[in-house]
């Protein structure tokens, strides 16, 4: 079919109108016959039937593999977007899951030190106030530390300071919400103590440079390396039985006592307010 095409409107050659009549007559009428074809049960025209549609179905799938590729790669596409929303928000959870699971360890830990303050003195007391240490303040000569509570709390000076294993040292200054803990290996420090085996009372003494040590001991005094030290009661500054230390080393007259209490590992302790 010959067309000449002017502008926005197609043409047929007068010469070639009649072939193009023809051609739509014969597509009119083989689609009637199809369709005539389709309702009988002749078994020659469902014969012919079958031999179109042999030849058409391979061409149909063909036709269909690249609609079939656009609808896969769009479900994929779809899918993909879910899953990406999907970790998104799972990692989203995890980062608040890992952020709970930090704050109960925390907890955790704080409860248990905060546990062992409860066993550690068993005699007659007004209360605990408990607080957290909140820095080292000790020098080349000074070992304390400073704690989270003051006098607005209740806390006075001398009183005993007591951590999860035993005596950590005494209060020696207080502040409206602050006060200082002097350390028992302090050169400063004094604690009267006794023997938990012989009974033999001492004074223990803080040595800046090593570990604090047992002074004022009598000759015979038959102090031995692991014995516990413990308070003596003596003075009224210190409550009785409180755990101080062991003894580890006992040379020349020098009596060097272990504590129980490590300084640097505390981070809540309890001021006893201790009466006499």
Known sequence: ???????????????????????????????????????????????????????????????????????????????????RKEN???????????RWQAAAKEMEAENASLR????????????????KVVSDVGGPYVHSALISSGSEDGIKKDQPVIGASGLLGRVVDVGE??????LLNDINSRVPVVAERSRVKSILMGSNNGLPSLSYLPVDNKIEVGDRIVTSGDGGVFPKGVPVGVVTKVE?????????????KVEYISVVDYSF
């Open 1 to 83: 079919m010959a067309i000449k095409k002017t502008r926005s409107t197609y043409i047929l050659l007068p010469g070639k109108q009649w072939y193009f009549r023809a051609s739509v007559s014969m597509m009119v009428g083989f689609g009637i016959a199809l369709m005539i074809m389709s309702k009988t049960n002749n078994p020659t025209i469902s014969n012919i039937r079958m031999q179109i549609a042999d030849v058409a179905t391979p061409v149909i799938a063909v036709i269909a593999r690249p609609m079939d590729a656009v609808y896969g790669a769009g479900v994929w596409v779809s899918e993909m977007a879910a899953l």
């Open 88 to 98: 998104v928000v799972l990692k989203n959870q995890n980062i608040e899951l890992l």
């Open 116 to 131: 062992g303050l409860l066993n550690v003195v068993s005699v007659h007391k007004t209360g605990y106030i408990t607080a």
């Open 177 to 182: 919400s602050s006060a200082r803990v002097l």
């Open 252 to 264: 020349d007259g020098l009596v060097s006592v272990q504590p129980f209490v490590d300084p640097a």
